[in-house]
């Protein structure tokens, strides 16, 4: 006999057949269904993670959308005598001050948890133009 023959009746005899190929297979897809439906079924008794609602009003810068916060409240004060008292109302309850305008900064430091977010859109008038200076004095949330 031939090396070549006696290589080819070697390999022939180590390849496993095809009934034997997909009786293995399908044992093996039986075995990974049933750990699939053990684990279906502990899943099933485990009571599911109890995730509570934020309270509180979100929001968010206008870019990123990357800094979504629960604040308090939204303020929007019209005038520095009600900036006094929303710092004033704070106070009073504890609660830390938050402070943004258009909110297109992407740092997320213009809101907190829990805060009064004063929205300072409404401080929008022009106060004083010097022509000769060229000094224009205007409210904090132009
Ligand atoms: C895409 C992009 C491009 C930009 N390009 C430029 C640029 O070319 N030039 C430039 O100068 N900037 C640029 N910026 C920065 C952006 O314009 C500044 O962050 C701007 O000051 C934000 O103003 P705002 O009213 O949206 O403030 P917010 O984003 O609401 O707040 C910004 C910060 O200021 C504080 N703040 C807001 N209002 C008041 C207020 N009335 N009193 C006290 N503190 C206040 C907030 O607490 C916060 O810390 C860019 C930002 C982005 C996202």
Avoid: W, Y
Avoid at 43 to 60: C, D, F, L, R, Y
Avoid at 98 to 120: E, K
């Amino acid at each position: 006999m031939s090396g070549d023959t006696r290589t080819t009746k070697k390999l022939h005899k180590n390849r496993i057949s095809r009934r034997t190929f997909m009786k293995t297979a399908s044992m093996a897809a039986g075995a990974l269904c049933l750990g699939g439906c053990a684990e279906m079924q502990n899943s099933s008794s485990t009571p599911p993670p109890v995730i509570s609602k934020p309270e509180g009003i979100a929001v968010n810068d206008i870019h990123s959308q990357l800094n979504s916060t629960f604040v308090h409240e939204v303020l929007k004060p019209a005038s520095v005598e009600v900036c006094r008292l929303i710092i004033q109302k704070a106070c009073d309850q504890g609660r830390v001050i938050s402070v943004a305008g258009g909110r297109h900064s992407m740092g997320g430091q213009q809101f907190a948890d829990g805060a009064l977010l004063m929205d300072t859109r409404s401080l929008n008038r022009v106060l004083d133009f010097d022509r000769n200076q060229g000094v224009l004095n205007v409210e904090a949330g132009i």
